[in-house]
């Protein structure tokens, strides 16, 4: 049933819901959270604003996660890493943009004074314009994802064992930033970022100038993948997924292909890095842990993976869920979390969208069955 | 199929991203609520989740006297689970949603530095009971805990002295993060003020979560060859029972190269078999086996609520110097309040200063006027063979925090009081 | 004063009851060692040693010990030991311990002179293994007051291990003679030594102070940098030998945290994500049997081990034979979803553990025979737990073999791994042989925990900091291979502690995972692969 060609993306109902999304994310919140006052039943708070808006950026990672695990069959256990170089590429920038009101009032930000650096290093060269932090938003990931993705393919690493090595390479990139030495601020990561292109990133305004780029982005991103999935290369990358030799033996080197995904997913989820970090003010080595990378399949396989909205719906009700748990029953939400993903594995193979059609489907045969032929 | 389903699942999406925009969270008139926010899951739990429970017994005890301004509290627990951006978004909801009038929390620098934007852009209110490396100083904050003239300055005087040794080389032995950094780059800049050359100090850093220090204790040994040596220890609490143990192990007594840590208290000292440790020394601003009547009372009082609560571990219940500064905190918080007559941030804060407190520790303690931080007295502890510490020496009284340490080069411009 | 002097006398009389001598101590030295302050005690202490009455040391380690106590109430002092006190007047019990005693506090540096008092009252025991820890503890002492007393020791001593130890003892007190010769001999006897102490004295005679050596004699340089030459020679030796020992350790670790999972994974191509929360289970396990046994048999309890290793294998293995039944066996040819799941059993095993025994680590201690270690070179101590968690590493190693390769079960488990259709075609009920399996791989992660409770610590989060690390392991060394992990453990122990002496250990992680990428581009199988015709593998 899958429609091909750019032209036929979507029907008129699915575009009616794009741009639905669109007035929502662009118009309605905007509205709801600074015209409508406070108290009012209307009134989208501030804490939501940014709650949603760090959430549409996981849901970017969740959908570049599914274009290569739901689409092409690759688990990657590291796209942490690439979510995390992206936003350290643009922490970067909104480092330097502090200037000279850190707390030793240096144009160096507070750790490399601590560390008695007295200059930038050489990677930090440049980071001062926004546009040239930009570019290495999509540069670092995508080339790190590139080289790594060439080696690994072409040794024709597959299955557990890609999923592995790219743990390691997450969990060895985690030590490497946790490094003092390193020259990315250790432990604490960038922090007390204060302003983007001058304007203070500490406002309503911004917030939601940051929250409507985020929804646009992931939009953007659906759209994109929309149109990836529905094209020739979408279907030899399912054909990968589900028979890598026989797509070879047919002709095709299955190497570029694999490599374009994967690489493209590795900038997806840079660009999601860099709007996730103004919003929640501080990036950090965390972010790299091989757990984080894991907990980003599993929004994926809640959601419902090698669909499209899957991965929106995943990250949406588990990091929901967490931020719902962790303040009603902050003692025993992990026993909740756990059962969700053991549920969800055990019952739902195709996670709740997949419930949803499931049952939909079998209301259509009963309407069937229930009207005499 | 396809199309329909798409715009049902956006649909269903969008019904979501609804639901969490407006909470359950009313405010009843009759309470007053308090945040608060440490880690009871992930990494961070070993430490801070004992805080937590210090706190709601706090909050207990002074609803049982009748509450602030008669008014209850009400405590409002969150789990940021050891996730540091979590950190920041529970902050923005306590403060924007729950509207609590004061959070008492965070253990890790990295934790506080994470909710600082929010505390500062919210005009909310902090205090932060654990001892710390300084070089801060914000309105929005208390800093119950040692500056590191509180602790790691007089713990090195020490070792110098006759008494503690005349420790001449230094191993400074930390876990690479912000606290043992700027604590190490102090103390160096304090040790060559006393005369000690560069080659006499080996600092050293181990990644969090580091369990194997074969190496390092024999590399410790190799450089004690070289003469009276003393370690520095600023590992994170967890990573020291390892440490611990291999030093037993491999035969380095207190008594030839003594270590003193800074980040092990009682607690800490709770999961390890303290036999081959004894002799080893902390610094803290409270110990457990202080003699006195305020502390025979917190630990009466820690010990029965630890038992009705049935916390884990109360059939050995042990205090520590970071629940001491989280129990003055609070009343602290509770004296200013009645002082302001109002639970207004600006109110508040004005009022925490000069507050005094009868502490555990055995001194009247004072939050000074101007710099946000409590003047406490120091103490050096030996381990016992029981996991006590055996308290060897101590300042005469209260020292007053220098956050801005002077041996760090240009903290000599800084105002003693926040910007 | 007047109390200081009451204490004395009590002091004094007290010496007398307990059986010493008050000649030993006079009233002005035991007025000294009750006083803080280190100068005026160590002067007391140091004559007291030179006087080398043997019929002090009781005193003295009750001083060491922290056992005498004050009491102002009752103005006497006691020996206080497991809350019964001795009035040290009398020598006779006290029925009841006053409130107010007050501890006579020595800390670390007038423990260690009072050791050093201690083992000089030694050497002229009549048991040789009292004058040989004498010997000993005294290597390091400059105290040159000591030197009639070690010149009597060694002329009366027959051993000749001890006699050579107090030779070096004899050197180090003569090092400050006044005559040139004697210092001469000395130092150049000192160069036999293996003790670090010895090398951190020879550095201090050829130190330098403003420019000027300190020591202004030549010849006594030149001798002392022979010396030093010849010591360190020998020190870095003991060190390699550390080094390598410390390699195996690790390694031995890793191999018990991984080998459960080689075997889980290599058999169901199960992913176990929360294989490092079984090792927690075997650690739990371990602490639980500990304090039945510290409660119900004390008198057993340096044996708690025998009871902890095989009920932390069944506890785990029963955990683990849960899981499979319950969630993975419907997972079935769905490896990476078995990864999701395990995930969050894992979740659920850590807040579980975490309500029920807290979120604070727990106790776990060493039995007295797994203290201490064995002294190789004096500085190079093989500790016996590390030792004991080597052979027990081998040991469990050797019974995993025997079981797969001698056992009907074994055979079973193999066919299956090698070929799960065939082997059902044959009449192997291989969900059986998967439940078994897997109880096998939870059950030998559990011993895992055991010994790792033995080094490090107990809490929630033990497991999740060895999954990275056994994963590696597995992968390196090629699945459904025993050899291979263990090469893969051991290769990587070693490597690891060999580039942590160079660079530090996170440099020496960081080279090892990057190590394992660029390895498994070469041999995407790992280093064993099984050899099959599946193309699609």
Redesign the interface.
Same mark, same amino acid.
């Given at each position: 049933m899958h429609r091909s060609g750019p032209g036929a993306l979507f029907g008129p109902r699915g575009w009616g819901a794009v741009i639905a999304a669109l007035i929502l994310i662009c118009a309605v919140a905007p509205l709801l959270n600074l015209v409508v006052p406070k108290g009012s039943l209307f009134h989208l708070s501030d804490f939501s604003v940014s709650l949603i808006g760090k959430i549409m950026c996981y849901a970017i990672v969740a959908l570049a996660m599914d274009l290569i695990w739901g689409y092409t069959g690759i688990l990657s256990l590291g796209h942490g890493l690439f979510f995390a170089l992206g936003g350290y590429a643009f922490g970067m920038y909104l480092m330097r943009s502090i200037g000279l009101d850190g707390v030793y009032k240096s144009p160096l930000p507070d750790f490399m004074v601590f560390l008695d650096w007295k200059a930038y290093p050489w990677y930090w060269s440049f980071t001062e314009h926004f546009l040239y932090a930009c570019l290495l938003v999509v540069l670092v990931p995508g080339v790190l994802a590139f080289v790594f993705g060439y080696f690994a393919f072409r040794s024709r690493i597959k299955g557990v064992y890609f999923s592995i090595i790219t743990q390691a390479m997450t969990f060895a990139f985690m030590l490497l930033f946790f490094r003092n030495d390193t020259g990315f601020g250790g432990n604490n990561g960038f922090t007390d970022f204060k302003r983007i292109l001058d304007y203070p990133i500490f406002t309503p305004q911004m917030r939601m100038v940051l929250f409507v780029l985020s929804g646009l982005a992931l939009v953007g991103t659906l759209l994109l993948a929309r149109w990836i999935v529905s094209s020739k290369l979408g279907r030899v990358l399912t054909a990968i997924r589900d028979a890598e030799s026989r797509v070879m033996f047919s002709g095709y080197d299955p190497l570029w292909y694999k490599l374009f995904i994967w690489t493209l997913s590795a900038v997806l989820c840079g660009i999601a890095g860099a709007l996730y970090v103004p919003q929640v003010g501080i990036i950090n080595p965390g972010e790299m842990s091989p757990a984080n990378s894991i907990e980003i399949a599993i929004w994926v396989a809640v959601g419902g993976r090698g669909t499209l909205i899957g991965p929106i719906v995943g990250a949406f009700l588990v990091n929901g869920a967490r931020s719902w748990f962790t303040v009603a029953f902050p003692e025993y939400w992990l026993f909740f979390l756990g059962a969700i993903f053991i549920a969800v594995t055990l019952f739902l193979p195709n996670g709740v969208v997949g419930l949803v059609a499931q049952l939909r489907a079998k209301r259509r045969e009963k309407k069937l069955s229930a009207k005499p032929a | 199929m396809q199309r329909r389903g798409f715009l049902k699942q956006l649909a269903v999406g969008a019904a979501v991203a609804a639901a969490f925009s407006y909470g359950p969270y009313a405010q009843a008139a009759d309470t007053i609520k308090v945040g608060i926010l440490h880690s009871l899951s992930g990494t961070m739990a070993i430490s801070e989740t004992v805080l937590k429970d210090v706190a709601l017994m706090a909050i207990e005890e002074i609803n049982a006297k009748g509450g602030v301004m008669g008014k209850k509290l009400e405590p409002v627990v969150v789990d940021p689970a050891s996730n540091w951006p979590l950190f920041a978004e529970k902050a923005k909801q306590l403060i924007g949603q729950d509207k609590v009038s004061v959070v008492f929390g965070c253990w890790t620098s990295v934790s506080r530095k994470s909710v600082l934007p929010v505390f500062k852009e919210l005009n909310g209110l902090l205090f932060y009971p654990v001892q710390y490396e300084g070089e801060e100083l914000e309105k929005n904050v208390f800093y119950t805990g040692a500056a590191p003239n509180q602790q790691a300055i007089p713990a090195t005087e020490y070792l110098m002295s006759k008494e503690g040794g005349g420790a001449k080389r230094f191993v400074l032995l930390g876990t690479d993060y912000v606290y043992p950094r700027t604590t190490n780059k102090i103390l160096r800049s304090f040790l060559k003020s006393k005369g000690i050359a560069d080659k006499d100090i080996d600092e050293k850093y181990t990644p969090f979560g580091h369990s194997d220090y074969q190496t390092i204790v024999a590399d410790i040994k190799k450089f004690s060859a070289g003469g009276k040596t003393a370690v520095i220890s600023t590992i994170n609490g967890d990573s020291n029972v390892p440490f611990y143990k291999e030093l037993g192990n491999q035969g380095l007594k207190a008594t030839d190269v003594p270590v003193v840590a800074f980040s092990v208290g009682e607690e800490e000292l709770r999961g390890v078999d303290t036999k081959p440790l004894v002799g080893h020394l902390a610094a803290w601003n409270y110990f457990m086996s202080l003699k006195n009547p305020a502390n025979d009372e917190f630990k009466k009082k820690w010990a029965a609520y630890a038992k009705a609560k049935k916390l884990p571990g109360a059939d050995k219940p042990l205090t520590n110097d970071p629940m001491e500064a989280t129990y003055i905190g609070i009343y602290m918080w509770k004296q200013a309040v009645e002082k302001a007559k109002s639970t207004d941030v600006n109110k508040v804060i004005p009022a925490v200063a000069g507050q005094t407190f009868k502490a555990p520790s055995g001194f009247t303690i004072k939050m000074d006027e101007n710099n946000h931080h409590l003047h406490r007295a120091v103490f050096i502890g030996e381990v016992q063979a029981d996991g006590q510490f055996k308290v060897v020496w101590k300042t005469p009284g209260p020292v007053k925090a220098a956050p801005w340490s002077p041996f760090i080069a240009g903290n000599d411009k800084k105002k003693g009081e926040p910007e | 004063m007047n109390l200081v002097r009451l204490i004395r006398c009590v002091l004094a009389v007290c010496a007398l009851a307990v059986g010493l001598p008050a000649a030993a101590l006079t009233p002005e030295q035991i007025d000294k060692l009750a006083a803080p302050g280190?100068?005026a005690r160590a002067e007391a202490l140091n004559s007291i040693a030179a006087a080398g009455d043997e019929s002090a040391i009781p005193f003295l380690s009750a001083l060491a010990e922290?056992n005498v106590q004050t009491s102002v109430s009752l103005k006497k002092v006691l020996i206080v030991i497991d809350g019964k006190g001795i009035d040290a007047v009398t020598g006779k019990p006290v029925a009841k311990l006053p409130e107010d005693l007050d501890?006579v506090?020595a800390?670390?540096?007038f423990?260690?002179e009072l050791?050093a008092a201690i083992a000089t009252l030694r050497l002229t025991s009549g048991d040789r293994a009292v004058r040989l820890a004498a010997a000993k503890t005294l290597q390091d002492e400059t105290e040159s007051d000591r030197l009639p007393l070690v010149e009597r020791a060694i002329a009366k001593e027959t051993d000749a291990d001890i006699k050579a130890l107090l030779e070096r003892v004899r050197a180090n007190l003569q090092l400050n003679s006044k005559d040139k010769t004697i210092r001469l001999a000395a130092i150049t006897s000192l160069g036999s030594s293996v003790n670090?102490?010895t090398?951190?004295i020879l550095?201090?005679m050829l130190a330098k102070k403003g420019g000027e050596f300190v020591e202004p004699d030549a010849d006594i340089r030149f001798a002392a940098q022979k010396s030093l030459t010849e010591v360190e020679g020998r020190?870095t030796k003991g060190?390699r030998i550390?080094?390598v020992f410390?390699g195996v350790?690790?390694g031995s670790i890793l191999l018990l945290a991984a080998l459960g999972l080689a075997i889980t994974?290599g058999l169901m191509?199960v992913?176990n994500?929360a294989h490092g929360e079984l090792i927690m289970i075997g650690a739990y396990t371990t602490h639980v049997v500990q304090n039945l046994v510290r409660a119900n048999a004390p008198d057993l309890f340096n044996w708690y081990l025998l009871a902890a290793v095989p009920a932390s294998f069944m506890v785990a293995a029963a955990v683990g034979m849960a899981l499979e039944r319950g969630?993975i066996r419907?997972?079935y040819g769905?490896?990476?979803?078995?990864?999701?799941?395990t995930?969050?059993?894992?979740?659920?095993l850590?807040?579980?553990v975490?309500?029920?025994? @807290?979120?604070?680590?727990?106790? !776990?201690?060493?039995p007295v025979w797994m203290?201490?270690?064995v002294?190789l070179l004096s500085?190079v101590?093989l500790?016996?737990?590390?030792i004991v968690i080597i052979g027990f590493s081998a040991a469990v190693l050797l019974l995993v073999w025997l079981a797969l390769t001698r056992t009907r079960l074994g055979l079973f488990v193999r066919g299956v791994t090698q070929n799960r259709a065939m082997a059902s075609c044959m009449g192997v009920h291989t969900g059986r042989i998967d439940t078994w399996c897997f109880g096998l791989g939870s059950g030998i992660a559990g011993l895992a925990g055991c010994a790792l409770s033995q080094?490090?610590?107990?809490?929630?989060?033990l497991g999740?900091?060895y999954i990275?690390d056994s994963?590696?392991v597995v992968?390196l060394g090629g699945v459904g291979q025993l050899a291979g992990t263990v090469y893969a453990a051991m290769g990587l122990g070693i490597v690891n502690?060999f580039l942590? @002496?160079i660079s530090?250990?996170? !440099?020496a992680?960081?080279a090892v995972?990057?190590f394992?990428?660029i390895f498994?581009?070469?041999r995407?199988?790992?280093m064993f692969a099984l050899k099959g015709r599946f193309?699609?593998a």
């Open positions: - | - | 280190s100068d922290g501890e506090v800390n670390n540096v423990r260690r050791a670090p102490g090398k951190t550095l201090e020190l060190e550390g080094q410390s350790s690790l994974y191509g992913i994500m969630v419907f997972l769905r490896p990476l979803e078995t990864l999701l799941a995930w969050g059993i894992s979740l659920i850590i807040q579980a975490r309500t029920i025994f @807290g979120a604070q680590n727990v106790q !776990v201690e060493n203290s201490g270690g002294e500085n101590v500790p016996w737990s590390r080094i490090g610590n107990v809490g929630p989060d999740q900091s990275v994963f590696m992968v502690k942590e @002496g530090g250990a996170v !440099v992680k960081i995972l990057v394992i990428i498994i581009q070469k995407p199988q790992g193309a699609d």
